[in-house]
């Protein structure tokens, strides 16, 4: 050790924790599914979902650090944190990795607006699935209509959340 | 830029069945969580018990949040007021102007009222009450409008109690864990609630629509009898709410529907109380009676216009 005081800055030759590297992606989703713990009592469905923004980030922004059955333990526990019926996120959640998969192999050219497209997608499906799921488990009348306001700001906090994801990355993979 | 490394692991065998395995698994999954949905629908508060340990946890967190930042959902109706700052001053002060010999009567009326329930020997406490709590977080991404009460089954309150303000009506317990509860929230759209007008008990039907209003459809047929302005309060049939707890006020009418804004708004209440539901109020309170059993937090089960037991 040349320097004690340069033991933070990341250097060569480290290797972060598999826990870090492993965990963080995880947390951050299962945080993201906790936002409804945010002491504010909603009277309609304002609050993006913030557990789907992150996982589609990820997913998104580092294709190999999941296989596509992450979907169902993080869509479990969104269902158990976000008052949807439990199993709707699990389903919906990983048909959506399955689809994005599908997806990938048959792009050609891929670049930031193409994954905003596939985000936009995901969060429209994800959405108006939530919606049937709850309407067919006792919801009674739903209109799609209701959801437009979330769907809109949902889709349009997207590039934000990718950037926030980015940074937590950079950290994650840094020794 | 071009697509990111394919995911298809070329020759290796052993890879192949690991990628195979993944989208099996995948699969499994995904077909597990339809059929909890669909085991759902049969039976809504079936895995009720999964949640348990969720809500439990996050309590002290959302607890502690509350009493931090208890302002923070009024934020728009502060900008608003600063907006109106001058002309609603005006307005105000004339309405303390009228409302000062108003409430000198009322002060005299509560009197006389004393004086002749003493003659009456009229006992005035009902023995509804069961606690006063807050409310500490809600479902605010899903379209389901649920709040979570900081209170739960050790406390005393069961599925089924109607959960009030001192504004008005604000849902019914819907689940129960130890320490916390979720409250179906009134303008959920599947909490129905049996209500009529105020003024001449016209009897109506109040379903929530999800985004903060609600739907009055009156009972009676014919042209629509309901007016911008119409005050609503429960009727107390179907026995789970107490009559004449204020739901609503009508705002608009369509055709055959009403639409209503409850007077209660649980983002602004400061706590709420959990009563005990109607009926079993009645019953307990008359001895020879046998007690009935507490109304099953069914959706729509208040919504049966069956008259409470005598």
């Known amino acids: 050790m040349i320097d004690p005081h340069m033991q933070h800055v990341p250097r060569l030759g480290r290797h972060p924790s598999r826990f870090r590297l492993a965990g963080t992606p995880v947390i951050t989703v299962m945080l993201g599914s906790l936002v409804t713990t945010l002491p504010v009592i909603a009277q309609s469905p304002v609050m993006p979902p913030f557990g789907l923004l992150l996982m589609l980030s990820w997913r998104l922004l580092r294709p190999e650090l999941w296989r596509t059955w992450i979907g169902v333990p993080l869509g479990l526990f969104d269902d158990i944190a976000s008052g949807q019926p439990i199993g709707s996120a699990m389903f919906l959640w990983t048909v959506t990795l399955i689809g994005i998969d599908a997806v990938e192999h048959r792009m050609v050219w891929r670049s930031y607006r193409q994954d905003w497209l596939i985000a936009a997608a995901a969060i429209i499906f994800c959405i108006a699935g939530g919606v049937f799921f709850a309407r067919i488990t006792g919801g009674g009348n739903i209109k799609l209509l209701l ?11 997207f590039p934000f959340v990718v950037r926030q994801c980015a940074r937590i990355d950079s950290w994650r993979v840094m020794a | 830029m071009a697509r990111p490394p394919s995911r298809r692991p070329g020759h290796n065998r052993k890879a192949q069945y ?16 339809l ?9 809504p508060t079936g895995f009720a018990a999964i949640r348990i340990a969720t809500a439990e946890v996050t309590r002290p967190a959302s607890l502690t949040l509350k009493n931090m930042v208890s302002g923070v959902a009024s934020v728009d109706e502060v900008l608003a007021s600063f ?4 002309s609603q ?37 009902d023995g509804s009450e069961l606690l006063t709590a807050r409310l500490i977080a809600s479902s605010s991404s899903s379209t389901r409008r649920y709040a979570r009460l900081n209170a739960g089954r050790w406390q005393g309150v069961r599925p089924g109690m109607p959960v009030r303000a001192p504004e008005g009506l604000i849902g019914r317990i819907h689940i129960t864990t130890p320490n916390t509860a979720e409250v179906l929230l009134l303008t959920d759209t599947s909490n129905i609630v049996p209500v009529r007008r ?41 026995g789970v709410y107490q009559p004449n707890i204020p739901v609503a006020v009508i705002v608009r009418i369509e055709g055959e529907i ?53």
Do not use: C, H
Not at chain 2, 35 to 43: P, Q, S, T
Not at chain 2, 209 to 214: E, H, I, R, S, V
């Open chain 2, 198 to 238: 105020a003024n001449d008990s016209v009897p109506a039907i109040s379903t929530g629509l999800g985004d903060g209003t609600l739907e009055i459809r009156a009972l009676a047929a014919g042209r629509n009898p309901f007016k911008p302005g119409d005050l609503l309060v429960t009727s107390g049939i179907g």
């Open chain 2, 83 to 86: 907006w109106r700052a001058g």
């Open chain 2, 18 to 33: 690991s990628l195979f395995a993944s989208y099996v698994v995948a699969m499994t999954g995904a077909a597990v969580g």
């Open chain 2, 35 to 43: 059929l909890l949905v669909v085991v759902a629908i049969f039976d």
């Open chain 2, 89 to 125: 001053n005006v307005a105000l002060r004339r309405q303390v102007e009228n409302d000062r010999n108003r409430i000198i009567e009322a002060k005299a009326v509560a009197q006389e009222n004393l004086r002749l329930k003493k003659l009456l020997k009229l006992v005035e406490d």
């Open chain 1, 147 to 157: 959801v437009a306001p979330q769907m809109l700001w949902t889709v349009l906090l």
């Open chain 2, 258 to 310: 009403a639409y209503g804004v409850p007077l209660a708004n649980p983002s602004k209440v400061d706590a709420v109380v959990v009563e005990r539901s109607f009926e079993e109020t009645v019953t307990r309170s008359d001895a020879n009676a046998p007690v009935e059993p507490p109304i099953q937090p069914e959706a729509g089960a208040n919504a049966s216009v069956d008259a409470p037991p005598p």
